[in-house]
């Protein structure tokens, strides 16, 4: 019998729930992105604060909590802290080498496809509890500062939620590629995070500006714009209040390349 | 009988080491297959690209007269090298994993927990299991559900003398029941005990494969002794047959080129006047034979 989609999921879950450093990472991320988002207005703030300090006319308070605003400033801001996540994705991945789970999966009749379909359907949910968490804690954190107008809340703006959940799953499947690739932890955690910091953007430094935007991190950065804040708008500066079309369908398409890669390595290599 | 597994021109290489040589093997129903050779000679390969792990450079196999895939996997059963577990889950959910891949009842857990007599730790992780006790949580996962075939590499590895003849109980009798087995190893004693078939590797390459029995039927020896081991020795090279014979500190050995009955030896001898105080028959080991082959011109022209 073939396996059908609900026991690579049973298994993955199994695998999941029972293990500690996952829950523990989880609930920790949890914790992190509601402390940032709580302490968000006081930072903002504070740089605003600053600013008055010089001669500069005072600025009008920019309201991160404001609805239609919130969503975008929560995603944008979340985003940043998406490494996160990344890490608990090359460990999961790189455990099943480490702890040679995958050949004994593999030869008890998972075939190679399933098991990379069970590892891609992980990195979905996760990216999808992520985007669950941000937009609950959007909602009530927005609900709560709201001075009584609710017809904001369902705006244009809200679809930033779903352009969220683009942005973390492109993202954890470069990690997952990433973990493929280099299979020991701390290599696969190295490697990402040399790409990260360093090769990404010494080749963005020798690529044309127009091509530059179609990397993958720029990529993925560029889904959510920088919010315009009152300071910005102050400086004349002013960024895109929604999503470019193209940085969606480039990520897709990244999407597809991460995937299909990660299958290909699963299918050449000895395990 | 069905063939169970057909093997035909295998071949693999690790960069410059040739790991397997177009190795070829038919394995039908019922039939207890013992891959032996010495570490590095190609066995744990040869499972590994039966068993779809590893991609082979040459050659075909097929399971049940079909190419390999999931569905066909999931009537084998395999221990592969090391057993190879989630270390923070317990014995029973690692077990589940298995269970759930392969729609096996869980009350199957149960069964196999007991038979390994693991069933008292089902509740502790694998991590804190001995070697000992991870080989046997393997030896459970692969009989879950009872699979037509069983593939078990080294599976006495790590287990106590209790052990070990706890495993080779299980392989007698799970091939009493028709089980196939195809069991790699190069404790030579292990595959004398349990398989009806071998199959020899040496540096990838095939030295032998067939019916032990017949390899072991082929020449026996007879230890002879006597108070005169001198006399004893010329006495007995007039034997109608004699081949050979070696002298030990307490006995002689003596290699005939037929078969011989130790009776009519013995009166032979007294014939003689000689009086033996030890006289016994010796089937040729296994390990005998295949040190003989190992060193034996194909072996040579394979270095």
Redo the contacts between chains.
């Keep these: ?3 059908t989609f609900k ?1 690579i999921l ?2 993955e879950s ?2 999941l729930i ?4 996952f829950v523990i990472l989880v609930l920790v991320f949890a914790a992190i992105l509601l402390l940032a988002f709580l302490s968000l207005q006081s930072f903002v703030s504070n740089i605003t604060v600053n600013q008055n300090n010089s001669n500069v006319p005072p600025l009008e308070l920019f309201k991160v909590y404001r609805f239609p605003d919130i969503w975008q400033n929560f995603t944008y801001f979340a985003g940043h802290l998406k490494i996160f996540p990344a890490f608990i994705i090359i460990i999961i991945i790189t455990n099943e080498f480490t ?3 995958q ?9 190679r496809n ?1 098991y990379v379909l069970g590892k891609i359907s992980v990195v979905f949910m996760l990216s999808a509890l992520i985007t669950i968490f941000v937009a609950l804690s959007a909602l009530i954190l927005g609900l709560f500062h709201n001075t009584g107008d609710y017809s904001q809340i369902f705006s244009r703006k809200l679809l930033f939620i779903p352009v969220f959940l683009l942005e973390l799953f492109t993202y954890l499947n470069l990690a997952a590629l990433f973990a493929s690739i280099f299979r020991k932890t701390g290599l696969a955690l190295m490697a990402f995070l040399l790409y990260m910091i360093m090769i990404e953007r010494i080749i963005a430094f020798y690529l044309p500006e127009k091509i530059e935007t179609f990397l993958p991190l720029k990529a993925i950065a560029n889904l959510i714009p920088l919010p315009n804040s009152p300071l910005f708008q102050l400086f004349g500066v002013s960024f895109a209040e929604h999503t470019a079309v193209q940085d969606v369908i480039t990520c897709l398409v990244y999407n597809a390349i991460f995937i299909t890669a990660i299958l290909f390595i699963s299918h ?1 290599r ?2 | 009988m069905e063939e169970i597994l057909n093997i035909n021109g295998l071949s693999k290489k690790y960069g410059r080491i040739q790991a397997l040589n177009n190795f070829s093997l038919t394995v039908k129903r019922g039939e207890v297959w013992g891959i032996l050779g010495p570490n590095g000679s190609g066995k744990t390969t040869t499972l ?1 690209i039966i ?5 082979c450079d040459q050659g075909n196999f097929t399971w049940f007269g079909q190419p390999i ?3 066909n ?2 009537r084998t059963g ?1 221990l ?1 090298e ?1 057993p ?6 317990s014995a029973e ?1 690692n077990l ?3 269970a ?4 096996v009842d869980s009350l199957e857990i149960e069964r196999v927990l007991r038979f390994v007599n693991l069933y008292e730790r089902r509740k502790h992780r694998f991590q804190t299991f001995s070697l000992g006790m991870k080989q046997r949580l393997a030896i459970a ?1 692969a009989m879950l559900g009872s699979p037509e075939v069983l593939i078990l590499d080294e599976p006495t590895n790590g287990l106590d003398p209790t052990g070990i003849a706890e495993i080779r109980a299980l392989i007698s009798k799970l091939a009493a029941e028709g089980t196939t087995i195809i069991l790699a190893s190069h404790l030579l004693d292990e595959v004398q005990k349990v398989c009806s078939h071998a199959a020899v590797l040496s540096k990838g390459n095939n030295l032998f494969s067939g019916n032990v029995s017949e390899v072991l039927n082929q020449q026996d020896i007879i230890e002879v002794a006597s108070e005169n081991l001198t006399k004893l020795t010329e006495a007995i090279s007039l034997y109608p047959g004699f081949s050979s014979c070696r002298t030990l500190p307490s006995h002689i050995e003596v290699v005939f080129t037929e078969k011989t009955d130790p009776a009519l030896i013995n009166t032979f001898l007294f014939e003689q006047g000689i009086v033996c105080s030890h006289l016994a028959l010796r089937k040729k080991s296994l390990e005998k034979y295949y040190l003989e082959l190992l060193n034996s011109k194909i072996a040579q022209k394979v270095k």
């Excluded at chain 1, 029972?18 to 450093?21: D, E, G, L």
């Excluded at chain 2, 190879?84 to 889950?89: D, E, Q, R, T, V």
């Excluded at chain 2, 759930?100 to 729609?103: D, E, F, S, T």
């Design positions: 019998m073939e396996t026991q049973k298994l199994i695998k029972n293990y500690k450093t702890f040679n789970t050949r004994q999966l593999i030869i008890s009749g998972l075939s399933k050449k000895n395990l | 590994g068993l779809g792990a590893i991609n895939s999931p569905v996997l999931k395999a592969l090391h190879n577990f989630y270390p923070y889950l959910k589940e994993l298995i759930i891949l392969r729609n996962s």
